[in-house]
């Protein structure tokens, strides 16, 4: 079936660094791709996303990019803050007409001050 | 704007009570999802709604889980009978056919725990 495996599960940066997860999925079909932040206690934030037409997407400190024919996507955070530790979650919408996400298992990222 | 409201933020019930959680999507969206997340099975998708019908509710563990939404601007999540194995966060999230019906917005979940 569907499936997003993402790496590494936890990652440890000192503050300033750049930070670095990575996702592959499976469905061909898959067009949209976005990645969520979690902090401890609450809900998934959607920070940013790519759709399949375009290679990469800026918002400041965090990037996003994609290669369709390996079906990776990749989510860089520089110069990171303490603030930027929670958990990482990337998704890759399913085919078939329907706006469902398969999610990956996330990350688990610290910044150390 | 007022984000996804779910309620009750906790719940805590025995084993064999029904439970029912609550979700208010954001004002104008049109999709519904709920979610399932466990350490063991992360983040599972378990039904969606577009435009109030149930569009796929392939990820219902079982009959012991309903959901309905009445109208655009509430949906339930129900266990009748509840189990241990049920104990997780359960989020909503909503969607806008104007934002493009991928972004997903999420609430702060409930965290459900059955003794």
Redesign the interface.
Known sequence: GENVEQHPSTLSVQEGDSAVIKCTYSDSASN?F?W?KQELG?????II?IRSNVGEKKDQRIAVTLNKTAKHFSLHITETQPEDSAVY?CAA?TGGG????I????TRLKVLA | DAGVIQSPRHEVTEMGQEVTLRCKPISGHNSLFWYRQTMMRGLELLIYFNNNVPIDDSGMPEDRFSAKMPNASFSTLKIQPSEPRDSAVYFCASSSPDRGPYEQYFGPGTRLTVT
């Open positions: 949209y976005p969520y609450k809900g998934p934030q959607l996303d979650f919408s329907t706006y469902k996400y999610f990956g298992t996330g």
